[in-house]
């Protein structure tokens, strides 16, 4: 676990401004500054977009290419698909942990990280449960899953 510190300190940060996300929404929309917050987060991931494509483009290697257009295309399939913006930020926080994790899980891979992105997953699904209010939505976990193995095949093609 020694290897996955930067994930597991990332992981506890999720958890703790999971705890707040519904004042982080108001304090954000309150200070008039939800346009920017959102188009941040569709600049992050046209970036990587633009990043991968390029890269494997000019190198033509195909099957790159197509890890990169699905692991995208179904980032912004999910981004442009909901107004809801508690869901974007979400897309954010597990396409940034998915990034970490495959920095860290470069040089000797192994299945650990992916099992720490699901139980992330699931864990920041729980906090939210039982802080929230709201019911244990598994399609959430899934859906913040899903950008977080997006994130972690933009990680590995990219560097």
């Known amino acids: 676990m020694k290897k996955y510190i930067v994930s597991l300190i990332y992981i506890v940060f999720l958890a703790a401004v999971s705890l707040?996300?519904?004042r982080l929404e108001a304090l954000i929309i309150k200070?008039?500054?939800g346009k920017f917050v959102l188009y941040s987060i569709y600049g992050?991931?046209?970036?990587?977009?633009?990043?991968?494509?390029?890269?494997?483009?000019?190198?033509?290697?195909?099957?790159?290419?197509?890890?990169?257009?699905?692991?995208?295309g179904m980032l912004f399939f999910f981004l442009v698909s909901t107004p809801l913006f508690l869901f974007k930020l979400a897309l954010l926080e597990f396409f940034i942990l998915g990034v970490v994790?495959?920095?860290?899980?470069?040089?000797?891979?192994?299945p650990v990280s992916l099992l720490l992105l699901m139980g992330?997953?699931?864990?920041?699904?729980?906090?939210?449960?039982f802080v929230g209010g709201t019911r244990f939505f598994y399609l959430d976990v899934w859906i913040n899953s899903l950008a977080g193995l997006s994130g972690y095949i933009a990680g590995f093609l990219i560097l």
């Open 44 to 72: 992050i991931f046209a970036a990587f977009a633009v990043v991968i494509l390029v890269k494997y483009l000019l190198a033509r290697k195909n099957l790159e290419i197509a890890m990169g257009l699905l692991a995208m």
């Open 101 to 110: 994790l495959a920095v860290e899980n470069r040089k000797a891979q192994s």
């Open 31 to 33: 200070a008039s500054a």
């Open 20 to 22: 707040f996300h519904l």
């Open 120 to 129: 992330a997953a699931c864990l920041i699904e729980a906090i939210t449960n």
